[in-house]
T-cell receptor, first 113, second 112 residues
Framework: GENVEQHPSTLSVQEGDSAVIKCTYS??????FPWYKQELGKRPQLIID?????GEKKDQRIAVTLNKTAKHFSLHITETQPEDSAVYFC????????????FGAGTRLAVHP | ETGVTQTPRHLVMGMTNKKSLKCEQH?????MYWYKQSAKKPLELMFV???????ENNSVPSRFSPECPNSSHLFLHLHTLQPEDSALYLC???????????FGPGTRLTVL
């Protein structure tokens, strides 16, 4: 089955710097890759996702890149702000059928003013 | 509250108690999920229901018993739990399996 590995487990940056979180997946058939943000005491919320027919997607300060050949995808946050501090989870799945999202272990991002 | 709701938000129970967690989604989704989130194993999938049918039981102990009476409601019945079962229990739903999931606020469970 699918396995998703996420690095680093913790990340500390200064406000204004960029942050990059990387994930690798094992099943080459996976075609959907969402990223979730979970603030302290709150529910995980989808912040951006990418499908396998696209190599990069951007939404304001957040971007995700996908390398299908290498089976890895990354989250990039530019101009980080203290409110970006949270735990970020990557996930991978094959859409359709009885497939399910497989989550990475999470990255705790701390943005220091 | 719209989207995915969960009750109760906090629950403290003894090891001999029986309690139930409730999840309701107002999104017209067909798949619903139970996750356990603890410090040791973040986002641990427990059960998946698709069109009310259970399609995944991720080797969960029988002291956790799910119930899905319809596509909008999901329950997790708890009995004779252990202290290590203390965690945040998250419910989620999606239009179909493998698609983006929407999470509820979770139930913070403490087993004494």
């Amino acid at each position: 089955g699918e396995n998703v590995e996420q690095h680093p487990s913790t990340l500390s940056v200064q406000e204004g710097d960029s942050a990059v979180i990387k994930c690798t997946y094992s099943d080459s058939a996976s075609n959907y890759f969402p990223w979730y943000k979970q603030e302290l005491g709150k529910r995980p919320q989808l912040i951006i996702d990418i499908r396998s027919n696209v190599g990069e997607k951007k939404d304001q300060r957040i971007a995700v890149t996908l390398n299908k050949t290498a089976k890895h995808f990354s989250l990039h946050i530019t101009e980080t702000q203290p409110e970006d501090s949270a735990v970020y989870f990557c996930a991978a799945s094959i859409t359709g059928g009885y497939n399910k999202l497989i989550f990475g272990a999470g990255t705790r991002l701390a943005v220091h003013p | 509250e719209t989207g995915v709701t969960q009750t109760p938000r906090h629950l403290v129970m003894g090891m001999t108690n029986k309690k139930s967690l409730k999840c309701e989604q107002h999104l017209g989704h067909n798949a619903m999920y139970w996750y356990k989130q603890s410090a040791k194993k973040p986002l641990e999938l427990m059960f998946v229901y698709n069109f009310k049918e259970q399609t995944e039981n991720n080797s969960v102990p029988s002291r956790f018993s799910p119930e899905c009476p319809n596509s909008s409601h999901l329950f997790l019945h708890l009995h004779t739990l252990q202290p290590e079962d203390s965690a945040l229990y998250l419910c989620a739903s999606s239009q179909a399996q493998g698609r983006e999931q929407f999470f509820g606020p979770g139930t913070r469970l403490t087993v004494l």
